[in-house]
């Protein structure tokens, strides 16, 4: 009779467990400002049973011993020790009982006039199974790094969660980065396999990514094999390693088991970019990067369970994995991406896609906004926009006119815009409105989510505490969460050095702040990485790239004010004499940077100098070319440390090309 009780007992655990795995559809916990304060405290009181609380909303196989370990100041803090999950599993076999015939991705092609695909949960799944068995045939194992190169379509959504599924470590690289770029990446990384296409369809042109991706072999010994898509119907010849996408699917089953890895097990790689020259692989693990994705998905956009979500980022940076594939699916969500681009075959292009499948939840980047804006009110004709409900904000800081134009125009003055911040190395949203619930302020990012624990610190480490108007400072976070990245690839010195180092005890992110009674107003990189049309560049990147160029003698690349890309490349580049034709001379260079980096990183402009600002012990004073190149040559500050003090005054009198 006791073992009878016991099992029922034991029973309704199991059921009560179940029930939370298989629930239908996953309701955001915040649904008011109380819930946000309470959910706030609650993290405050106790991080770990905060977090533990979010984690128990997913499958684990087996739960956890011990919720957070390790030392946070020395970048070494782990989540759920002990701990079993699959997140192929929590996004696409767990929804299956309720969600099989629900639409899980919708495809909007480049052209308007092609058709677009909806798969549902269902035949998501078994594409993924498929896809994980065609790795598993290419001998493709738990831990080995497979590359994608891809463009924007089903393919690569089912490439990066069959890697998931089987323990594989996908590392996207953007279809715009050159082959060089790619080479770089694959070697670093190790990847296995690689998977591409044959061409990318951008607007009214072609990138041929797997003609790109050949010239990147020659360099890169680690790949064993490559799958292509065919896409774009560009020629191409495969090698005796090298198979095509539909071939090898068509010989697989759909059904596949989910690996059952540890918590702490890599999930992906993503290359960013840092002051230093080399990008760097930041990776995440599969257990608190679900946890927290899945979390700040519900809770920042606030989706209806019929809802559309459409996240426009490429796959290949860290907006386009946590919200456009991640966020969305472990939730049950829908969600929609865009093969294309925004101003192609004209202006109205989003909004049309937005009323063509009915976007409940738009989320985009201030420079898509911004270069809309030159567009006018003709792109809104025949436009209803009228299923949008949010609208969302991530990459950079958005200034006020792009801002209420989103609001009015977009948004019809009625709609929250949650301006998101974050980073690659947070893994998803950590300070931003919790949409239509808490103040959305033009400009600012306002509050931390719950368990994230931001502070403002000097130069010399003091703690700016907001007690009055307005405080400034660096942006740190004090206390561990479950998204933030565990290393840099290969080498976890470069990643305490970088992010560890600066405020010991600290996550430092890179970012200046202001803090006032609205909360928090990101204003940008206090490092050497300019955000252009919010792509992060390492001026380093930027300039081993020009120093490619045999003319160039040195180089140092700023950041300028840019009324749509937010910030521009402006660089400084030191030849022996003034160029005879310096417009020529400056495509050159540009060309280094395409063919070492991609061409979104491209020196807008670009001056031919004689000298640079440098200190006596040789370091490039950049604030002063900073100024030059916002045009602000009036006053310089303190130039006597200079070696050579005249020289800053020849610079601001030269021309850029
Ligand atoms: O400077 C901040 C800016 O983008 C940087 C992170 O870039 P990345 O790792 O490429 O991730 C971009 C997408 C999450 C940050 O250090 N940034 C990102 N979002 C915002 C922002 N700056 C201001 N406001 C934002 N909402």
Redesign the pocket.
Same mark, same amino acid.
């Given at each position: 009779m006791w073992s009878r009780y016991l099992f029922g007992v034991v029973d309704f655990f199991v059921k009560l467990r179940d029930n939370r795995t298989h629930m239908p559809f996953f309701e955001a916990e915040i649904k008011t400002w109380e819930d946000y304060l309470r959910a706030y405290e609650r993290s405050e009181r106790s991080n770990a049973e905060f977090w533990a609380a979010v984690a128990d909303t997913f499958h684990w196989y087996e739960r956890w011993h011990t919720v957070v370990e390790g030392d946070f100041a020395r970048g070494e803090a782990r989540w759920f020790s002990g701990a079993r999950t699959n997140l192929c599993y929590n996004g696409l076999d767990r929804h299956l009982p309720d969600l099989a015939q629900k639409p899980a991705l919708i495809w909007e092609p480049n052209d308007p006039q092609d058709a677009s695909v909806t798969l549902t949960y269902e035949q998501l799944y078994q594409q993924v199974c498929r896809f994980s068995r065609v790795l598993d045939q290419l001998g493709v194992k738990k831990g080995d790094r497979v590359c994608l190169y891809m463009p924007m379509i089903p393919e690569a959504v089912v490439a990066m969660l069959a890697c998931a599924r089987i323990g594989a470590v996908h590392t996207v690289v953007f279809g715009g980065f050159s082959t060089a770029a790619l080479a770089d990446r694959i070697n670093d990384a190790q990847c296995k396999l690689l998977i591409t296409a044959d061409g990318a369809f951008r607007g009214d042109k072609i990138v041929p990514l797997k003609f790109m991706a050949d010239r990147a072999f020659f360099d890169c010994l680690s790949v064993e094999a490559t799958v292509v898509v065919r896409r774009t119907g560009e020629e191409v010849n495969l090698a005796a390693n090298e198979y095509w996408w539909h071939e090898e699917m068509e010989k697989q089953t759909p059904e596949r088991p989910a690996e059952i890895l540890d918590a702490e097990d890599p999930l992906f790689i993503l290359y960013?970019s840092g002051s230093t020259g080399k990008p760097k692989g930041v990776l995440h693990t599969v257990g608190g990067y679900m946890t927290y994705v899945g979390y700040t998905f519900r809770n920042v956009f606030q989706p209806k369970k019929d809802d559309v979500f459409w996240c426009t980022a490429d796959v290949g940076? +860290?907006?386009g994995h946590s919200y456009a594939v991640y966020g969305p699916l472990l939730n049950g969500a829908t969600t929609l991406i865009f093969e294309g681009v925004p101003h192609w075959p004209d202006g109205g292009r989003l909004w049309d896609v937005c009323d063509k499948h009915k976007v409940n939840i738009f989320y985009t980047a201030p420079t898509a906004i911004r270069s809309l804006m030159t567009f006018g009110d003709k792109q809104f004709e025949n436009k209803s926009l009228a299923t949008l409900r949010t609208l969302g904000?991530? *990459? $950079?800081? +958005?200034n006020v006119e792009a801002w209420e134009w989103y609001h009015q125009k977009v948004g019809g003055g009625k709609l929250p815009i949650t301006? =998101?911040?974050?980073? =690659? $190395?947070t893994g998803g949203i950590m300070i931003a409105p919790i949409a239509g619930i808490t103040p959305a302020v033009p400009t600012y990012?306002t509050f931390p989510l719950p368990g994230i624990f931001p502070v403002l610190l000097d130069g010399a480490g003091k703690e700016q505490k907001y007690e009055g108007p307005t405080v400034y400072g660096n942006l740190c976070i004090s206390k561990p969460w479950p998204g933030l990245a565990r290393t840099t690839y290969g080498d976890h010195k470069r990643f305490v050095e970088t992010y560890f180092s600066t405020y010991p005890g600290y996550y430092f992110? *890179?970012?200046g702040c202001f803090r006032d009674e609205h909360g928090y107003r +990101?204003t *940008?990189?206090v490092d050497d990485v300019v955000?252009v049309s *919010?792509h992060?560049i390492g001026t380093a990147e930027v300039e081993n790239a020009i120093n490619e160029h045999p003319t160039a003698l040195e180089s140092a690349v700023v950041g300028f004010p840019h009324e749509v890309k937010g910030q521009g490349v402006h660089a400084f580049v030191l030849v022996v004499e003034t160029p005879e034709h310096p417009e020529k001379l400056a495509d050159e260079i540009r060309a280094e940077v395409v063919k070492n980096i991609g061409s979104f990183a491209k020196p807008e402009r670009i001056t031919f100098v004689q000298g640079l600002p440098k200190t006596r012990s040789g370091k490039i004073m950049r604030r002063i070319l900073r100024k030059i190149a916002a045009g602000q040559t009036d006053d310089f500050g303190d130039v006597s440390t200079l070696l050579d003090p005249a020289v800053v005054h020849d610079i601001a009198g030269l021309k850029y090309y």
């Amino acid at each position: 009779m006791w073992s009878r009780y016991l099992f029922g007992v034991v029973d309704f655990f199991v059921k009560l467990r179940d029930n939370r795995t298989h629930m239908p559809f996953f309701e955001a916990e915040i649904k008011t400002w109380e819930d946000y304060l309470r959910a706030y405290e609650r993290s405050e009181r106790s991080n770990a049973e905060f977090w533990a609380a979010v984690a128990d909303t997913f499958h684990w196989y087996e739960r956890w011993h011990t919720v957070v370990e390790g030392d946070f100041a020395r970048g070494e803090a782990r989540w759920f020790s002990g701990a079993r999950t699959n997140l192929c599993y929590n996004g696409l076999d767990r929804h299956l009982p309720d969600l099989a015939q629900k639409p899980a991705l919708i495809w909007e092609p480049n052209d308007p006039q092609d058709a677009s695909v909806t798969l549902t949960y269902e035949q998501l799944y078994q594409q993924v199974c498929r896809f994980s068995r065609v790795l598993d045939q290419l001998g493709v194992k738990k831990g080995d790094r497979v590359c994608l190169y891809m463009p924007m379509i089903p393919e690569a959504v089912v490439a990066m969660l069959a890697c998931a599924r089987i323990g594989a470590v996908h590392t996207v690289v953007f279809g715009g980065f050159s082959t060089a770029a790619l080479a770089d990446r694959i070697n670093d990384a190790q990847c296995k396999l690689l998977i591409t296409a044959d061409g990318a369809f951008r607007g009214d042109k072609i990138v041929p990514l797997k003609f790109m991706a050949d010239r990147a072999f020659f360099d890169c010994l680690s790949v064993e094999a490559t799958v292509v898509v065919r896409r774009t119907g560009e020629e191409v010849n495969l090698a005796a390693n090298e198979y095509w996408w539909h071939e090898e699917m068509e010989k697989q089953t759909p059904e596949r088991p989910a690996e059952i890895l540890d918590a702490e097990d890599p999930l992906f790689i993503l290359y960013t970019s840092g002051s230093t020259g080399k990008p760097k692989g930041v990776l995440h693990t599969v257990g608190g990067y679900m946890t927290y994705v899945g979390y700040t998905f519900r809770n920042v956009f606030q989706p209806k369970k019929d809802d559309v979500f459409w996240c426009t980022a490429d796959v290949g940076w +860290i907006t386009g994995h946590s919200y456009a594939v991640y966020g969305p699916l472990l939730n049950g969500a829908t969600t929609l991406i865009f093969e294309g681009v925004p101003h192609w075959p004209d202006g109205g292009r989003l909004w049309d896609v937005c009323d063509k499948h009915k976007v409940n939840i738009f989320y985009t980047a201030p420079t898509a906004i911004r270069s809309l804006m030159t567009f006018g009110d003709k792109q809104f004709e025949n436009k209803s926009l009228a299923t949008l409900r949010t609208l969302g904000s991530v *990459g $950079e800081p +958005i200034n006020v006119e792009a801002w209420e134009w989103y609001h009015q125009k977009v948004g019809g003055g009625k709609l929250p815009i949650t301006d =998101t911040w974050w980073q =690659t $190395e947070t893994g998803g949203i950590m300070i931003a409105p919790i949409a239509g619930i808490t103040p959305a302020v033009p400009t600012y990012a306002t509050f931390p989510l719950p368990g994230i624990f931001p502070v403002l610190l000097d130069g010399a480490g003091k703690e700016q505490k907001y007690e009055g108007p307005t405080v400034y400072g660096n942006l740190c976070i004090s206390k561990p969460w479950p998204g933030l990245a565990r290393t840099t690839y290969g080498d976890h010195k470069r990643f305490v050095e970088t992010y560890f180092s600066t405020y010991p005890g600290y996550y430092f992110t *890179g970012d200046g702040c202001f803090r006032d009674e609205h909360g928090y107003r +990101i204003t *940008g990189r206090v490092d050497d990485v300019v955000n252009v049309s *919010g792509h992060r560049i390492g001026t380093a990147e930027v300039e081993n790239a020009i120093n490619e160029h045999p003319t160039a003698l040195e180089s140092a690349v700023v950041g300028f004010p840019h009324e749509v890309k937010g910030q521009g490349v402006h660089a400084f580049v030191l030849v022996v004499e003034t160029p005879e034709h310096p417009e020529k001379l400056a495509d050159e260079i540009r060309a280094e940077v395409v063919k070492n980096i991609g061409s979104f990183a491209k020196p807008e402009r670009i001056t031919f100098v004689q000298g640079l600002p440098k200190t006596r012990s040789g370091k490039i004073m950049r604030r002063i070319l900073r100024k030059i190149a916002a045009g602000q040559t009036d006053d310089f500050g303190d130039v006597s440390t200079l070696l050579d003090p005249a020289v800053v005054h020849d610079i601001a009198g030269l021309k850029y090309y």
